[in-house]
């Protein structure tokens, strides 16, 4: 297996295009000491190993070129030192297609979340700092137990977590689709008028989720073409300029910036749960009803739109960021790097009639 990123076609221009999309999606910027490079520099993308390599320090490799998450035997280590009541409870590592965050069972009752790569750090710090806002939601959120600073490189703060009871809310787990959309759509409405004050805005802290769609089209329109082959390029690029003629005209709302079936939790055949705040903030509410599309079943859509009371613009919105969040996933991801998630987007891209 090669060891340097996957990116794509094989074209030097593709190439650049793809570490260009890749470097701005990260909050990379241009330095004015050297305006021709990238800081970090180019040559750190390919000093990542991939997923099946340990490294000296006894974590496992990444997929993004700054993952540092630790093996099991780190965390019972950091178990021992900051929480000893749970030191000889068994850790477990959990398999998911987020790319933020390492995520880990200790025994039964708890679960201990930390950044797994650098450009994360401060998505758990802003998660935890602001969860108990949405504790009062319809749908359970996550319960810290515990906030810790953690070493392995970053300094960054950790938390564990109740056990939230239930499986991911793919298909197959949700009995009544219109019963989920509907019990998604009285959840967002109630996150949508949650007191913002003092609340963080969208922007490079929560990876841009609900700032103005026009802001991103610098690496959305690469990314389509970067995927053209798997798609209807045409199509998507005129979805994409239409969506971003709308603006949102009301004031911005609490966001929870990334709903999907890995951060929704089913009990029973129902909808009971949503986790990974990371990309919260506070924005544009279009950025969370592209769940329409990314997550509720067809069938109800439209009942899930109108239980939102979305107009003709915000849903038109709500269209261009399912398309930004499958396009820049799937030019990323593809070719083997994270497949659950590339599974993720096609799905998205073909309930947008764009495959």
Known sequence: ???????????????????????????????????????????????????????????????????????????????????????????????????????????????????????????????????????????????????????????????????????????????????????????????????????PLAGELNHRRGVALEVLSSITLPAIDIVADEIDGPAARQLWERACATVHQGPPVWLHGDLKADNLIARGGRLTGVIDWGLCAVGDPAADYAAAWSWVDPSAREAFRIACEVNDADWLRAEGWALYGAVIALSYYRGGRNEALCEQSRLTLSRLNLQ
């Open 1 to 199: 297996m090669p060891t340097q990123p996957h990116f794509g076609r094989r074209s030097a221009s593709s190439l650049a295009r793809n570490l260009t999309l890749l470097a701005v999606a990260s909050g990379w910027r241009w330095t004015n000491e050297r305006p021709d490079r990238l800081t970090p520099t180019w040559n750190r993308f390919f000093e990542c190993r991939r997923k099946s390599c340990r490294n000296e320090t006894g974590y496992w490799g990444c997929l993004m070129q700054d993952d540092i998450g630790p093996e099991e035997a780190a965390i019972r280590r950091l178990l021992a030192e900051m929480t000893p009541q749970w030191a000889d409870l068994p850790v477990r590592c959990l398999v998911s297609s987020g790319t933020d965050n390492a995520i880990y069972r200790i025994g039964e009752t708890l679960l201990l979340r930390l950044p797994r790569r650098e450009a994360a750090a401060h998505l758990i710090d802003k998660e935890i700092d602001w969860l108990p806002r949405f504790a009062d939601l319809p749908l359970e959120v996550p319960r810290l137990r515990f906030r810790g600073r953690a070493g392995f490189g970053l300094n960054c703060d950790f938390g564990i977590f109740d056990w939230m009871e239930g499986d991911i809310a793919s298909p197959a787990n949700i009995a009544d689709p219109a019963a989920a959309a509907l019990g998604l759509a009285a959840f967002l409405k109630a996150l949508h008028r949650v007191d913002t004050r003092g609340a």
